[in-house]
């Protein structure tokens, strides 16, 4: 435990350094890098009911409000496109992009006219739009939807103030179920270590997405900011970061059949254990054979879903710069990360002015940019030696030495040799407290944004109780 706590202080305090908003005065994003690849992030910030844990940027949902904002959410994406942007992915993230489907479906499908090369479309959404209306209408839009599940347990439901809108653990599953054969992949977003949740609630919980037929499934740890913790300790209890890595434990052996202490070559499956695969840090992916057997009980409708091929939520993981439209989104573009306005009303504002509406930015060093390369190509469990050097113009040993001596100190490192860096289990719990912490850092960056709302939209956020991820 020691390790872990030394790492979170560390990890916590060099956001503090490079996560620090300042003012832009920028009116619009840098342009393309010929040859770059490009990956869309879309922000909706509404929602039917905000829950306490969430940091994102969310309002409550005006259906005024949001057709406006979908409009103009339109207009920025042909700003986009002005300045040479392609993109071979979309995210769409929330809130809730599913609040008004009509207006999603229009989004999707003038991104996909207006940048030719998108192959994929994940977006969010939450329990009560597992309808078939709806999931007829995101059928070829979308290929991976990824729904905020957190917990199957109606006591957690309810605690979070989810059950009644979204409806009990065994509703939740029954809707997933006959939701999967609509897409390429069904992702069920999960959260472990909530300050009420016990070991059994969370094994309960993954067999339960186990028995859902997703094809995917992603557990996070509970990250919080400070200003979010509060709202929390009040409603769901204070996070107890000391069990973190017995939960992870849990999460691993049940899913992929990882025991601790044993190599995984010789652990194999066990009854229901094996049928995950590691697809990031806290991505399992659902294996080929487990995959074709659950879609043999499915509708006519599913697809070929045993490809290896998967989007995760952390797409920074696939790719490293990513352009941000909508009100909060962030976009990291070289060496600098924007963050815009988090109002509706501005945001509306400056789109209607025809510039966009970034209202801060923080630019990273060069130790900071190597640093967050090593992060996150070691939350998707490959770290490219080659790339780095090639990249950054040292080895990732020059560049890092202590994160390194660290890491090996820990035994980290499964592969460590000229060409790259892969995990032992050990290592991949390290890489979670990393993420975790980086996370809750970009959360902070969020609040920063957020004290700038005033008037009624700062009375909805603050004047209010605490929103799915």
């Not at 003012?23 to 922000?43: E, S």
């Not at 959410?73 to 040479?84: C, P, S, T, V, Y």
């Not at 032992?424 to 407290?433: F, N, P």
Request: proline content about 4%; overall charge negative.
């Amino acid at each position: 435990m020691l390790s872990e706590r030394m790492l979170s202080t560390v990890v916590r305090g060099c956001t503090k350094q490079y996560l620090k908003l300042a003012p832009t005065n920028d009116v619009r994003m840098p342009a393309p890098k010929p040859g770059q690849p490009y990956m869309l992030y879309m922000h909706v910030p509404f929602c039917e009911r905000l829950c306490p844990y969430c940091s994102f940027n969310r309002f409550p949902f005006r259906e005024d409000k949001a057709r406006q904002y979908f409009q103009n959410m339109r207009k920025e994406m042909l700003m986009l496109r002005d300045l040479g942007y392609d993109f071979e992915s979309v995210y769409i993230g929330g809130g809730t992009p599913t609040i008004l489907i009509d207006e999603l479906c229009e989004t999707i499908d003038q991104a996909r006219d207006v940048f030719p090369s998108i192959k994929e479309v994940s977006s969010e959404t939450n329990p009560n739009h597992l309808i078939p209306s709806y999931l007829e209408k995101l059928h070829g839009r979308v290929q991976r939807l990824s729904v905020g599940v957190q917990s199957f347990d109606d006591g957690l439901l309810k605690q979070m103030d989810r059950y009644e809108k979204y409806g009990s653990g065994r509703e939740i599953l029954e809707r997933i179920g006959e939701a999967s054969p609509y897409f390429v992949s069904m992702n069920a977003d999960m959260i472990f270590n909530f300050p009420a949740q016990t070991e059994d609630i969370l094994i309960n919980d993954i067999e339960r997405v186990i028995e859902s037929g997703a094809s995917q499934t992603t557990f996070y740890p509970l990250m919080a900011s400070p200003s979010v913790q509060k709202s929390m300790a009040r409603t769901v209890g204070r996070v107890d970061y000391s069990r973190e890595k017995r939960f992870y434990e849990i999460i691993c052996e049940l899913l992929t059949g990882e025991i601790p202490g044993i190599d995984m070559d010789t652990a194999g499956p066990h009854g229901e254990r094996g049928l995950f695969e590691f697809g990031s840090a806290w991505t399992f992916n659902r294996r080929k054979a487990a995959r074709a057997k659950a879609n043999a009980n499915t509708s006519t409708k599913s697809h070929d879903n045993t490809s290896n091929s998967y989007m995760i939520d952390e797409y920074v993981v696939d790719f490293e710069e990513y352009p941000a439209i909508g009100s909060g989104g962030i976009t990291y573009l070289g060496d600098t990360l924007y963050v815009n306005t988090f109002s509706i009303i501005d945001y509306n504002a400056a789109i209607e002015r025809g510039v966009m509406s970034m209202m801060g930015a923080t630019r990273f060093s060069l130790r900071d940019r190597m640093r967050y390369r090593f992060m996150m190509q070691l939350f998707g469990l490959r770290l490219d030696k080659r790339s780095f050097k090639r990249d950054f113009g040292m080895s990732v040993e020059q560049g890092l030495p202590v994160e390194m001596a660290f890491m090996r100190l820990n035994g980290a490192f499964a592969t460590d040799n000229s060409e790259e860096l892969t995990l032992t289990a050990r290592g991949r719990y390290l890489v979670v407290v990393m993420m975790r912490q980086f996370f809750i850092g970009v959360n902070n960056l969020r609040d920063q944004a957020r004290e700038a709302l005033t008037g009624e939209e700062r009375e909805l956020i603050f004047g209010s109780g605490g929103c799915q991820h």
